[in-house]
């Protein structure tokens, strides 16, 4: 008996729009092709929805904030796994409310994550925990993909006991504010996070302020202090605690100024020394940034035996900790050292890992990862009861039984290890006496901002800066949405006429300018996404192979203290070939810098001046993956120089998509975007 479940087109949400898009066109349903019910097309503002026969629309995140014009949605499927579709699903959700049914599937989320979807009022939880999984295989006698042992967790501490004790009251500083006061101070939000960039610092703090200098839109820590010193709050619980707050920051900013490296970095040299030495798995090494990235791949460099052996053979890899999300959202999973706890939007990566961990902390950061473990936890159990799974069941009007035992998964093993036996008892002590401080309370709050992101000062109208004040500019599109940007933030504009990009200031926009920008990521660099999706199924090595010659580009230059025409100089009396224009070509602004000399002679010359080579061979490799990617790069190139010719002409849209998803579908996701 045929029965109607529902009405309308269904809309699947994915960043896979692509590989999403083939997977239904091939799907069939018995003899009976998918499509030969549904039609399957993409969605976007310039592909829009066409014709009667009911629809499945496949789209990007920032296509459908405000739904398909025109079109009756009867059911949402949101894949939440990637966090550019995680973060925005609350969004999409709030934009249809009079979907009868909608569906995301997400990673195991926290309290305050489930409370922007609707729970526990409008939505209902079904968690796919390891025993959930494993019960389903048994039901449907296929094999598990899941191991029901608990993982290792090992938290393995490091001591400087100068920089951990003002660390450590930072921390509490910082969480008493935030859970006693009562008026919004959105530089207590950059006071966390300077404090989360200093504890998980393992990468030396000349070099990494040194390295602001030399990316786009990169503010050193010593201004972000700067900046804190000239606000006052007016709330009286931050008031009370401000000023040491301040003068904790700039102690320990002090302090890592002049330690040659941090003890982090040791730390985590020696664990990576230890698993080269003891066995062949695959090893994930996570830092907040892609600035830290670069700099701990060189450091480690210098110190490892081995280090560029295993990066080529792919057995580790350096990561930011927005890198590891998607990563893991792409089922790419193995060892993981992370240079401090978890944080913000990341801290749901700890809910039943499939691979060890291991953490590198201060004293004070073991006790704190315990109980954020230990609460995260508790809230994500209580799913796990059968009363609470009967509930789900019932709402959408399904069977369920009424006996059976409730499973609980395991939680990961958690051990506390380090040099000195005293260290390791003293990180099993609580911060304070429960009495007056309760660590397990202060578990839940939730950070505006991220420790794994850059700052964004745009706090309101307008910010400050040292003494001077600095003005926000609105941009207003013709569709009525509004951006702001900092004056001197870099957008990318298209321009019909010459069909070219170009990167310009906030501040010199004008009235009738195209600007480029992705829906699912307001302020992602073009540049740096389109790079990312080349390098997606590019080996360890050969990016970490880019990523040495990008740093030995900029070691020269810091060489001549940025002067470009001294460096022409000396490389020219060095035997470069080029001219002063080839040279002042590689360090044009990111996006729009020539990759590396034309010549494998000139390269050479520029390569052994930066002092970061060590032998010829390295050199030779490195210029045949430059040769590779340069053939890429014009690929994707041309594919984006279509894709915004049609959208700007109004005409072969569909065909310039299609011509990039064959580039590959991660290019083809970014172009969708």
């Known amino acids: 008996q045929a029965v109607s479940l529902f009405r309308g087109d269904l809309l699947l949400v994915t960043n896979a729009s692509g590989a999403a898009l083939k997977a239904l066109q091939r799907l069939s349903l018995g003899d009976t092709s998918f499509q030969e019910i549904w039609r399957v097309d993409s969605y976007s503002r310039y592909q829009p929805s066409i014709g009667p026969k009911p629809s499945v629309f496949v789209a990007n995140v920032g296509w459908v904030g405000d739904g398909i014009p025109g079109r009756r949605i009867g059911v949402v499927v949101i894949d939440g796994m990637h966090p550019r579709t995680l973060n925005k699903a609350p969004k999409v959700l709030a934009s249809m409310p009079d979907i009868p049914l909608s569906f995301i599937i997400c990673p195991p989320l926290l309290e305050h994550e489930l409370k ?129 707050i301040l003068q904790g920051l700039e102690k320990v900013y002090e302090l890592l100024l002049g330690r040659r490296e941090p003890a982090k970095f040791w730390a985590i ?60 959202a792409a089922g790419d999973f193995r060892t993981t050292i992370l240079a401090g706890y ?24 073991a006790s704190v990862d315990q109980s954020l473990h230990d609460h995260i936890y508790s809230f994500v159990e209580k799913f796990q009861k059968n009363d609470a799974r009967r509930t789900v069941l019932r709402s959408m009007e399904m069977d369920c039984p009424e006996n059976g035992d409730s499973l609980v998964s395991s939680r990961p093993i958690i051990t ?111 540049h740096e996404r389109l790079v990312e999706a080349l390098n997606f199924k590019l080996n360890a090595y050969y990016r970490m192979l880019m990523t040495l010659w990008e740093q030995s580009k900029l070691k020269a230059l810091q060489k001549h ?54 032998n010829k061979e390295l050199i030779k490799v490195t210029f045949k993956v430059i040769q590779q990617e340069r053939g890429r790069r014009i690929r994707a190139g041309r594919a984006l120089h279509a894709l915004l010719r049609a959208i700007a002409t109004g005409d072969g849209y569909a065909k310039a998509l299609y011509t990039a998803r064959e580039i590959g579908a991660e290019v083809g996701e970014v172009l969708e975007a």
């Open 416 to 526: 506390v290890t380090g040099n000195f036996k005293h260290e390791i008892k003293k990180a099993r002590k609580p911060l304070q006496d429960p009495s007056t401080f309760d660590l397990e309370q202060l578990a839940d709050i939730g950070f505006p901002q991220d420790w794994t992101d850059e700052p964004i000062s745009a706090f309101s109208d307008s910010i400050v800066v040292g003494q001077e004040i600095t003005e926000i500019i609105q941009v207003v599109f013709n569709d009525g949405r509004k951006m702001n940007y900092l004056p001197h933030h870099g957008v990318d504009v298209y321009s019909p006429g010459t069909e070219k990009i170009h990167r310009i200031e906030a501040f010199k926009l004008q009235a009738g300018k195209r600007v480029v920008c992705m829906v699912d990521g307001t302020y992602d660099n073009l």
């Open 561 to 614: 203290n940025g002067n470009r025409r001294d460096l022409h100089r000396a490389l020219a009396k060095l035997g470069l070939s080029t001219e002063y224009a080839a040279v002042v070509s590689l360090y044009r602004e990111e996006g729009f810098e020539t990759i590396a000399p034309q010549q494998y002679d000139d390269m050479k010359v520029l390569a052994e001046h930066s002092g970061v080579y060590d």
């Open 116 to 244: 922007e979807m609707g729970y526990p009022k409008d939505t209902k939880v079904w968690l796919w925990d390891p025993n959930a999984q494993q019960h389903v295989s048994e039901c449907l006698a296929v094999p598990s993909c899941v191991d029901l042992g608990p993982v290792k967790r090992n938290i393995w501490v490091c001591t400087d006991s100068d920089i951990e004790k003002p660390l450590g009251d930072i921390h509490v500083l910082l969480a008493a504010c935030q859970k006693e006061g009562r008026k919004k101070f959105p530089p207590l939000w950059e006071a966390w996070n300077i404090y989360h960039r200093l504890r998980q610092l393992a990468v030396p703090l000349p070099e990494f302020e040194d390295s602001a200098y030399d990316t786009w839109g990169a503010v050193t820590i010593k201004k972000r202090l700067t900046f804190l010193a000239n606000e006052w709050p007016e709330d009286s619980a931050i008031e009370a605690r401000w000023r040491q």
């Open 269 to 328: 040299a020696e664990r990576i020394q230890h698993y080269l030495n003891q066995n062949d798995e695959q090893l994930r090494i996570v830092v907040p940034s892609e600035r830290e990235v670069v700099l701990l791949s060189v450091c480690l460099g210098y110190v490892i035996d081995s280090w560029s052996e295993a990066q080529q053979e792919g057995r580790i890899e350096v990561v930011s900790a927005r890198r590891e999300a998607r990563k893991i």
């Open 342 to 365: 978890r944080a913000g939007s990341q801290r749901h990566l700890d809910l039943y890992p499939s691979y060890p961990v291991e953490v590198m902390a201060y004293s004070y950061e």
